[in-house]
């Protein structure tokens, strides 16, 4: 029974690992969130999902393409918390607008 709990461990901890670091493409519309000053770029796939946009792109991001529908190359790098607390994804490349 023990190892069995080890191994279940084992896949769990390679899950959230894959889950954070693997790279993914993501589309949705790109719009701002939130009360000045704590605004933040978000973008909003068609299932409703929310995602922070941070890393290197997120204010070439968020002055060009607001209101415009994206597909972005990353990685997730923060699961959803709860409201107030979207999950983050840092995207390393720009891969079609609309």
């Known amino acids: 029974m023990k190892k069995f709990h080890t191994i279940n461990i084992m896949l769990i901890s390679l899950a959230a690992i894959c889950l954070v670091s693997c790279t993914t493409i993501i589309e949705g519309t790109i719009s701002v969130k939130g009360n000045e000053p704590h605004t ?14 941070v890393g290197n792109y997120q204010k070439e991001i968020q002055a060009k393409y607001q209101g415009r529908r994206l597909a972005l190359k990353g990685k997730i790098t923060r699961n959803h918390v709860g409201p107030g607390f979207p999950a983050e994804f840092s995207v390393d490349e720009i891969i079609k607008s609309e």
């Open 40 to 53: 933040y770029c978000a973008l909003v796939t068609n299932d409703i999902k929310e995602y922070k946009i």
